[in-house]
């Protein structure tokens, strides 16, 4: 079982994390867009800074996957969080403590407009979720 409760009690404790949620149902997608709806605010995310996986690079490989998908699979163990800029150093040295690695994905904007960037070319930022483990589950084998 993965848990991130040590690692988001170790965050609420730094004075900048505003916010956090686990990216388990509904992945980055769920995650993302609840702190947005409970913030009123709006979202940018760079693509090519989300840490993926190798199993789910795995996955995306097999079955072809939307980046929806990807953003959308559950991601237990996985901790999102609200962090002020002047934060950031604090924050990076207090998961490297743990033995892990901060990664800064985009930023909550002011502006309602939720939006990723993949490729250079900004898209909307799915509003729901569309989680690939049914379909994958459901492929038959051979």
């Known amino acids: 079982m993965q848990s991130c409760v ?3 009690l170790e965050l609420a404790g730094i ?5 956090m949620h686990d990216a388990t149902e509904g992945g980055f997608v769920s995650a993302l867009n ?4 409970a913030s ?9 800074s989300i840490p993926i996986p190798p199993e789910a690079q795995a996955l995306n490989a097999s079955f ?18 609200a962090i002020k800029p002047e934060s950031k150093q604090k ?21 309602k407009e ?3 960037t993949k490729d250079k070319k900004a898209r909307a930022f799915p509003s729901q979720p569309d989680d ?10 051979s």
Request: proline share 4%; aromatic share 6%; glycine share 6%.
């Open 91 to 111: 924050v990076t040295d207090a998961l490297k403590n743990l033995g892990l690695t901060a990664s800064w994905i985009g930023e909550f904007t002011k502006s």
């Open 132 to 141: 690939p483990y049914a379909m994958i589950l459901a492929e038959p084998t």
């Open 34 to 37: 609840e702190i947005a709806d």
């Open 15 to 19: 004075e900048g994390v505003d916010a």
């Open 114 to 116: 939720r939006t990723f």
């Open 64 to 81: 072809n996957l939307s980046p929806n998908q990807i953003l959308s699979m559950s991601s237990t163990g996985t901790i999102l969080a």
């Open 40 to 48: 009123n605010l709006g979202l940018s995310i760079n693509w090519e």
């Open 6 to 8: 040590k690692e988001a």
